[in-house]
């Protein structure tokens, strides 16, 4: 399979969108000394429809994407993000919610492992789920980026790092 990729900036800063034919594969956030697959791509339908309803996310005009997704992970992996997708714009929940919601209440840290490794940041929205005791912990884009989206759908301000 081929993948396409092009990096646009954002509010939380560079992040490169990923697709392959099948829908959008990635949203990464800039790393030093990143390797990317494939082939840069400005005109990718997939990645130009990416870029522009994320646009609208960062402007507060938009609340959900409807964008064909192509995650590769373990089948855990996929029913934790699947799972993500269901959490609504502007509500959180925790880790063991989500552990519950798979049916696999055990699996608090794998979840949060899971969540860590998702791939397609900010659509699938791992940045809404926070610690049992209402408190911001892990986020694969840092903790001050996890606030800024949070903060874009305008998620209560008893969250907090502490």
Known sequence: MEYYF????SPVGRLTLIAS??????????RVGQQLVGSE????????????QLGEYF???????SLPLDFEGTEFQKKVWEALLTIPFGETR?????ARQ??????????????NKNPIAI???????????????GFGGGIANKTILL????????LSLW
Not at 6 to 9: G, N, Q, V
Not at 59 to 65: A, V
Request: aromatic share 4%.
């Open 41 to 52: 791509n400005h005109d990718h339908p997939i990645i130009l429809e990416a870029e522009k």
């Open 94 to 98: 925790t880790y063991g919610d989500i």
């Open 6 to 9: 092009k990096t646009i900036d």
């Open 123 to 137: 659509i699938a929205p791992c940045h809404r789920v926070i610690g049992a005791t209402g408190k911001l912990v």
């Open 59 to 65: 402007s507060k005009n938009r609340k959900s994407f």
């Open 102 to 115: 798979i049916e696999n209440p055990d699996a608090v840290r794998a979840v949060g492992g899971a969540a």
């Open 21 to 30: 034919e099948k829908g959008l594969n990635a949203v990464r956030w800039e």
């Open 151 to 158: 903060n874009i759908e305008s998620v209560p301000s008893q």
